[in-house]
Every structure is written in structure tokens, then in C-alpha cells.
């Protein structure tokens, strides 16, 4: 398990475009070369400080994000950033908001150095298999857009802005992080940026979760697929990361395939882009990475291509290195889709044995 950590703590990035569309799940935003300076629980420290300092003007980006307006960005974005602070502390902060549809949701790093406070000041969700979205409902429709700002799809809702009934004028909007999956036609909602023109960016995470909690508990039939309401919109839960909370956790029976396990800090704000406030492990890496105890059961037995993974991730690794020094060939797989561990999800049952006989190569 040495290894495993040695080769995630390496330094390495998923691609060359760090949000595409093909790579679905929420660990796509992993250590880029910049990082190798500072050690993910030092980054997680001066992150929380700058948060403090640094407040960016989430009302008008959530306005823009609802109404498409994007003329007057450039100019209050120059206004808003500084130009000190972040680059001498190496840390990635999201300087200025992104523009238009891209790159808006907050996205996770491999869980590499366990946080001290993980107990006390952390949440767990559990994530099912699915396509991460960005969800937005305003002037009376609901539209889906991919990472990388593609929109692919757009219908009525009934979440607030979501439909023509309840528009209220296009006063109304609202913005959600979403995983769906096509199997149950279903938005499972992992978070939430804005609710009926109310943005909650600068809250802190406990109560972003708390929040859409309450408010999707005050609204009716999104819960149920019909006409008005052609998907269903389910909030995830979230749990205490104390070892009895992990550990009942991975022995609960859940309504969808689970893909892998979310950490939140509680005091992050919701920042667009890659954090190590929100930590990413599979569940039978739990306790290995964790090093704790944990139940025997679906969810923690490593399946058979779990040592094919580490092997992967070490290869990745490898290449890497060689890739800085200029190696042709590494560049070459790099732009085949090989050793891209945003692949490192569930191979299907008729793939997964003739992956673990090439080590290095991934499905694209």
C-alpha cells in the first residue's frame, strides 16, 4: 500500500484538458505539476485562510450563470483580482471566477494525506455512478452542462426557475452540482451554488448540505419522474468521518451502484475547480489509506483489478517523469488516453480481464 500512496502523491494531471467531457466522475481533478511544492494538508491550510481574505462577487456570477450574460466580465474581473498572494504560496485558489459554462464545479484530488481533523471537521458522501453536471434552472427552463461548459439538455422542472409555473418572472433561478445517472433517469444533487436567486458559494459546506436539505424537503414532486418533472432530483446524504460513521457507511445497502467516497471539509466555501478541501477514495481504499478497520461487505472488497489500478497509477507515474525529460514515446500515450487515471473507474465485467493483461493501457 506503500507504493500506492507514493505514486498518488506524485505529481501528475489527468490531461491536458482538465474538465473534458469524457471523464465523468467527481476525482477527475487530480495533482498538477505545481503542486509537487506543497503537501496537500499544507494546501488545505492556506486555502482556508485565503477564504477568509478573498471574497469574489458570487451574486453577479450566479445572475450570469442564469441569465447567460457574460458582457460585463472581463472588466469587473480585472477589478476584483489583486494580483498578489496566491502564486507565492503555490496554492491554486481560483484567482478569478471562470466565464460562461465551463469549469464551474468544484472538483476533487485523491485523499493522499489523511487530515488530523478528519473526524471532527469533515463530511463524507457517498457518489453513485454517473455524469457530473452542472445544473441550472432559470426564465422558465432547466438546462445540464457537461464540465467543459457543453449544454446537453434542456427541459421543464419543478425546481425553482425550472418551468414556466414557477419562473416567477426569471426572478427565480437556481443552480445545482449534480451527478446523473441514465440508468434511473435521476439528478442526484451533491451540492448546491444558488437556490431561487439566493447564491451560498461563500457558505460553508455543513450549511450548503443543510440547506438544500431543507429546501428540497419544502418542494414537491421533484422526487418523482411526470410531466412537469421529466427527471427526478435526489439529494446524497452526507455523514460524520468518525471510524464508526466510515464504518457503518460501508456496510449500508444503497439504491444506486456506488462509484466512490466524497470528503468535504466543512468550513470550505464551494470554488470552482480542483480543491484538496474535498478528498476522493474508492471505498475498498478506505482502509488502506485510512488505516482503520472496516467491514466486510460489496463495498470493501478489493475487486480483481485493484492491484491492475495501483499498477496504473505507478506506471502513470513513471511516464510522467519520463515525459518532463521530453520522452516521445510517453507524449504519444499521453495523447492515445493512456495512464489517465480519470479511467480508473469499474472496467465492465467483459473488459476488466483483458485490461489487467495490458498494464498502462485504459479504455478512452
Known sequence: MEELS???????????????????????AQYKSKYSSLEQGERRRKLLELQKLKRLDYVNHARRLAENDWIQADEEEEKLEDGTGDEEMDVETGRKLPKHYANQLMLSEWLIDVPPDLAQDWLLV??????RSLVVASKGSTATYTKSGYCINRFPSLLPGGSRQNSSLGKDYTILDCIFSEVTRTFYILDVMCWRGHPVYDCQTDFRFYWIQSKMEEEEGLGAISRRNPFKFVCLQSYACSPESICDVLAMEFPFEVDGLLFYHKMTHYTPGSTPLVGWLRPYMVADILGMSVPNGPLTIKPDYAEHQIQQIIEHKKNKDLEDRGDSVVKMADANGHYELEHLSTPTSASHKSQAAKVGQMET
Open 6 to 28: 507514493l505514486a498518488l502523491a506524485g505529481s501528475f494531471s489527468v490531461s491536458q484538458e482538465p474538465n473534458r467531457t469524457s471523464a465523468p466522475h467527481p476525482r477527475l
Open 126 to 131: 457517498v457518489c453513485p455512478v454517473g455524469k
